[in-house]
């Protein structure tokens, strides 16, 4: 279990320039996608732009935040998946350069240094929201932000440090269980979406979360979903963990219901 516990160790360490270029890298159906590049502090970020060109109008903007592998297609795909939901979706780049790494020892490396300085995590989350905010189909007044495993410790943290976000989706993500220094600054509401059976978030680390949102009187919706494990809505996840030995199962049935669950927490924050 050597990965599992670097991942929990990194996991639990709890603005940007505008755009200078943008590329067209797709057109399916309606639905554009553009691999884009914007930066912050002098560090150069790539994330990854989607939306329905046949929908009027703005639309509420979500940012993906990706797993502690990187902006790899996995986060790109549930961007387009939001797009065709109607949403202006950007995945965005926490590690600079678009990296996107395959082993566990390297994936650590990076997010430790992310997540060493929270000024750092805060100042690359906030020019990607700022990325998005700028673009034509978005409306301003209606962000959420969706994460994954390390993503979803960083939605989660960013949220609750006081960013300005409607709603903030944790799939799999590392919970914080410090309490909130100012519960009056924190704008978003939470969807927390987890693994019943994952053995990074133990049932003592949830009812501490829970602890925490509830002194802090915050609006918030966990959801355990029985049998799934870290990594439940990645499909392939149980080979890296057979390989790398880290506990990583992909579930099915709780994928599909977290992102359901998702779309309604959506269509209730944004009315």
């Given amino acids: 279990m050597k990965y599992a516990s670097i991942f929990l160790i990194i996991m639990f360490i709890a603005a940007g320039c505008m755009k ?48 502690w592998w990187g902006l790899n297609q996995y986060a790109k795909t549930r961007a387009e998946m939001l797009a065709k939901l109607g949403y202006t ?7 600079g350069n678009g990296a996107m790494i395959t082993h566990p020892d390297d994936a650590g490396k990076f997010a430790s240094e992310v ?5 750092t995590a805060s100042a690359r989350f906030n020019a990607g929201l700022k990325f998005l905010k700028s673009q ?6 209606k962000i959420a ?19 300005n976000l409607t709603g903030v ?12 220094k ?3 600054a924190v704008k978003a509401k939470f969807l927390v979406c987890n693994g019943a059976a994952d053995p990074l978030n133990p049932p003592e680390k949830v009812k501490a979360f829970e602890d925490a949102m509830k002194t ?32 990583l199962s992909y579930n099915k049935a709780a994928d599909e219901a977290s992102w359901q669950e998702m779309q309604d927490f959506f269509s209730g924050i944004f009315k």
């Avoid at 969706?146 to 960083?154: A, D, P, S």
Wanted: charged share 15%; hydrophobic share 35%.
């Fill in 20 to 67: 200078s270029t943008e590329k067209v890298s797709s057109v399916t159906s309606s639905i554009v996608t553009k691999e884009v590049t914007y930066s912050s502090d002098g560090t150069t970020l790539k994330g990854y732009l989607a939306y329905d060109s046949s929908k009027a109008g703005r639309r509420p903007g979500i940012i993906i935040v990706h797993e």
């Fill in 89 to 95: 979706a950007l995945a965005i780049d926490m590690y």
């Fill in 115 to 119: 997540m060493s300085s929270m000024d």
């Fill in 136 to 141: 034509p189909e978005t409306d301003t007044s």
């Fill in 145 to 163: 932000a969706i994460g994954y495993c390390f993503g979803g410790g960083v939605a989660l943290r960013m949220a609750l440090g006081g960013t």
């Fill in 169 to 180: 989706v944790s799939f799999h993500g590392d919970l914080p269980t410090a309490a909130v």
């Fill in 182 to 184: 100012d519960p009056q």
């Fill in 216 to 247: 802090a009187k915050l609006k918030y919706t966990l959801i355990n979903y029985p049998g799934a494990k870290h990594s439940f809505t990645v499909p392939g996840s149980d080979s890296l963990g057979q390989k790398y030995n880290m506990p």
